[in-house]
C-alpha cells in the first residue's frame, strides 16, 4: 500500500478522511490500492497501486558471505539462506 497521507483534500475543497484499501491481488490486476470518497460531494479518489521495491540492491549472509540479489534483509547464517540460491 503506498503511503497517503490522511486527512487529505479533495479537488472541492473539503477533507477526505475514510480510505478504502482492495487486497494485493486486486490492487496489482487493477492497479488500484484501494479508494477515497468525498462525504461533501461524494467524489471518488483513486489510489494508485506502486510495486513494492526490494529495500536493498543486494542481500548477503554474515557467516559465508554470499550475495543473492535485491531482497529486504540479509541473513545472518548459512541455515538462514539453506533454501535460497546464490547469485
Not at 490522511?6 to 492497479?31: M, N, R, W
Not at 494508485?48 to 554470499?66: L, M, N, T, Y
Request: hydrophobic content about 30%.
Amino acid at each position: 500500500m503506498p503511503e497517503i497521507n490522511f486527512p487529505s483534500q479533495c479537488s472541492c475543497g473539503h477533507i477526505i478522511l475514510e480510505k478504502y484499501v482492495f487486497s494485493d491481488e486486486v490492487a496489482e490486476e487493477t492497479g488500484i490500492a484501494g479508494f477515497s470518497w468525498c462525504g461533501f460531494c461524494r467524489t471518488r479518489v483513486n489510489i494508485p497501486h506502486v510495486a513494492k521495491q526490494p529495500r536493498f540492491d543486494e542481500i548477503w549472509c554474515s557467516q559465508c558471505g554470499e550475495g543473492f540479489g535485491a531482497g529486504n534483509n540479509g541473513y545472518s547464517h548459512c541455515e538462514d539462506h539453506a533454501n535460497e540460491t546464490p547469485h
